[in-house]
Antibody, heavy 117, light 108 residues
Framework: QGQLVQSGAEVKKPGASVKVSCTAS????????ITWVRQAPGQGLEWMGW????????DYAQKVQGRVTMTTDTSTSTAYMELRSLTSDDTAVYYC??????????WGQGTTVTVSS | DIQMTQSPSSLSASVGDRVTITCRTS??????LNWYQQRPGKAPKLLIS???TLQSGVPSRFSGSGSGTDFTLTISSLQPEDFATYYC??????????FGPGTKVDIK
């Protein structure tokens, strides 16, 4: 039924950028959107945005608009999320998920991003 | 933006109890409402889509109902593996999505 595998944990300094990858297997990558969701320590789920592997269309949450870029590489069935100008508020677990009918049906295992000086 | 609330924010229950979690939205969303379960340290898991469609492999003790602005997730007989945090999510404003704040279910 397919799976999503994310890149490993990252530690970044304030002001830096991070790029997290999400590699799909077992399903038609180009047929389903990829969304990114983050979860700060002890907090709930926060939707960040989505990208269409079919045509590259993106939509971002207002909170991260201007600092985030989501892309895909269909040749490797991989989605990427780059977040710039990091602050301590960006410390979180970042998840990718595939979108089917508006629901997030397959999830990656999560990538911990720690922002610390 | 569509705002979402969940009640209660947390609850304590015993194995075998019937549990009901409510999700409310700030505007009508028809039945564009999904439910997720998240166990500690794990990725969320889709339980129910489109208000009431149980995902493959999800036990039948889970059910969902509602429409418009009020929605409910019910666990008919709580099992030990059901202790987790549950989130609702609206997809009415696709491709802009929103999650509810979550309801933590723990052991009484």
């Amino acid at each position: 039924q397919g799976q999503l595998v994310q890149s490993g944990a990252e530690v970044k300094k304030p002001g830096a950028s991070v790029k997290v990858s999400c590699t799909a297997s077992g399903y038609s990558f180009s047929s389903y959107g990829i969304t990114w969701v983050r979860q700060a320590p002890g907090q709930g789920l926060e939707w960040m945005g989505w990208v269409s592997p079919f045509n590259g269309r993106t939509d971002y949450a207002q909170k991260v608009q201007g600092r985030v870029t989501m892309t895909t590489d269909t040749s490797t069935s991989t989605a990427y999320m780059e977040l710039r100008s990091l602050t301590s508020d960006d410390t979180a677990v970042y998840y990718c998920a595939s979108i089917t009918g508006g629901a997030f049906d397959k999830w990656g295992q999560g990538t911990t991003v720690t922002v610390s000086s | 933006d569509i705002q979402m609330t969940q009640s209660p924010s947390s609850l304590s229950a015993s194995v075998g109890d019937r549990v009901t979690i409510t999700c409310r939205t700030s505007q009508t969303i028809s039945t564009y409402l999904n439910w997720y379960q998240q166990r500690p340290g794990k990725a969320p898991k889709l339980l129910i889509s489109a208000t009431s469609t149980l995902q493959s492999g999800v036990p039948s003790r889970f059910s969902g109902s509602g429409s418009g602005t009020d929605f409910t997730l019910t666990i008919s007989s709580l099992q030990p593996e059901d202790f987790a945090t549950y989130y609702c999510q609206q997809s009415y404003s696709t491709p802009l999505f929103t999650f509810g704040p979550g309801t933590k279910v723990d052991i009484k």
